[in-house]
């Protein structure tokens, strides 16, 4: 059997106050009503960088905070680790800086902006403002970009790599990415929200408290999500993810999603194949934190000790699956 | 295990031209052709000149041409494998940036859905039927050694038999003009050169084979070489600097070493990330040497050949080490006349090739927001 990973710590921004997800043991920080991301809480030094940041890097940092403050991270800095999941990572940045670059030429070519045109710019504020020099990973897997770091982070503390990981996923939104999901026809069903999702993740043994363990994961890829036979990839995923943690799928006791309307029948056909017909719990769709919100929201919610099973389904072809634990009964 | 290779590099597509373009000490460095330029300063790139510039989804065109010619190079007929086990890791810091450019401006574009980073993969995978897992690594320029070390993992834990690992990137107005404004760019790249002044961009995509060793055995199939171990380590300095002391490049070396069960006197050959950056290079000196000894060990890098591809530049130079590691020849240094007396500690190989038996190399890259990572990779046999 593969080690599961604690759940140690948890930090989330949100759109909706209102939103289930906000349920953890953390509580959540809500995006304001003027689309300020909320960063009073942060210490002065890392509210300082992350005011000059670009919005992605603001989320991050948001939730990362209150993550690692949650769970307390005793671990040498060259010991902790970052893995981060982003559909769409610095698509502002990316539009921000091509619109002065188109209008005014080479000489509008900010530095800045530049800068943060990379999708691991988060994923590295992150790790200067709280010295977390361990492996840093950032990942895109679609919609299913927030699932797929989790479990490379599980692999991460699985090799002896890192002693703690920072993991999670968050994507901004705005106008150019609104557009852009428009023009290409990448529906989601529900508009997507905006959020981040920060877990820290440690190896057993070693932690004060649990909000829950990671016990198994898988990604795959459905080549044609919409066709009539789709499904493979993500029955494929569940069977590996439940293999992984040393599970029957049938013993699967809570089934959490997001899949948009239009891919419930590849959904359903690979539940039906792997953990028998039942009726997942549905979230909103927020893009790289669609996964890790589920996870903290079944965590909280469903019956101690018992397994679930989170999946992501991305119009992009992309799929994840993840088993975990809930907390024992105290 | 690795079983096959496929490379589409500035200077041509292919293996062959691309390793014989490299032992040449040739630089495909250029004025850049393939798009305005006449407002760039400086305004040369290394751009690969084989591939149609029709399809403006270069990075996922590089990307499929060199995965399928990985595929052939290992004898691999996509049908013949089972898909929930054909998997694909991919590097890019760029993806589908022309779409994106065109479709800012304002013009109609078709496949605007090849626009985000992780196209290039779901190109590759829904072109060959990957079932299997399907990421994009966004580690900046460490972006396609950071693919092939997840395609390693995802072998060695067993969720896959076969993965085309590797990187694409592409040069536009978006990139140059960006790492113009860095002041980081030349017009000619010195490697690790006393007078070097920056780095040069270049373009292309490289994928390799990687295959769990009793699939590739039971199959029969050629090794190319091996994946022996991986590392990664983050700088938390700063977000474009390296970090002078080179802590984290050389903590994702010796991360990499141990993961092989390797000590550095095992390795024969490096191939450093040697942009042709100032900061870049010194860095690199003081973290081979740190790792290594002093002149313990040739260096060479192959930017003053290809420039600096980016998300793709890991997994070129994995190839490199593949084939130095095969042929028992380190290509030389291009644009490198003069070693800094900064990168003293460097047995850097310039001028001509040279010939050095070895069974394992290292491979090392380094990116914005301070990520580093490395590949132990082993002779085949």
Redesign the interface.
Known sequence: MSLAVAVTGAGTVVQDADDSRSRHASGALVIGPDGSVPLGHLPEGVRARAVRAERVTQLLLAAGDRAINGAGIAAP??RV??VVG????C?LT??A???R??AE??AG???RL????????A???L??AY????????????AASGL?ALG?AV?VLR?G?ADVVVAGGVDALGG?LAD?LT????SFGAPPVEAAAALVLERPGRVRAELGRIAGH???????PAGPAAG??LA?AIA?ACADAALSPPEIAVVVSATPPALVALETRALVATVGACQPRRTKPALAATGPLGLLAALGEAKPGVPVLVLDVCP???VAALVAWTREAA | MITGCGVVSPLGTGLRPFWQGLVAGRSAVQPIAGFRADDLEPRAAAEVRDVPRTDLDRAGAFALEAATQALADAGLDPPSVDPGRLAVALGTTLGGMRLFERWLDGDAVDEIERVPYYAPAVRVARALGCGGPVATLQLACASGTQAIALAADWVRTGRTDVVLAGGADLLCRFVVAGFNCLRATAEEARPFDAARRGLVLGEGGAVVVVEDAAHAARRGARLRGSVLGVGAAADATHMTAPDREGRGAARAIEAALADAGLTPARIGFVSAHGTGTPYNDAMEAVAITRVFGPRNVPVNSIKGAIGHTLGAAGAFEAVLCLQVLAEGLVPPTAGLATPDPACAGLDLVYGEPRSHAADAAVSTSSGFAGVNAALVLGRAG
């Not at chain 1, 982003?86 to 990572?89: K, P």
């Not at chain 1, 530049?114 to 710019?121: I, K, R, Y």
């Open positions: 800095e060259t680790g970052i982003t559909a769409f990572g698509f990316n539009a800086y091509q619109r670059l188109a030429g080479p070519a900010s530095p530049f800068a943060a045109t990379v999708s691991n710019a994923a590295g504020e790790a200067i010295r977390l020099a361990g492996p840093s990973v950032t990942v895109s897997a679609g797929a490379e692999e090799a790599r150019a852009w023009a290409a026809g990448l898988a990604i795959g890829f459905e080549p044609d493979g990839g494929g590996a992009s072809g992309h």
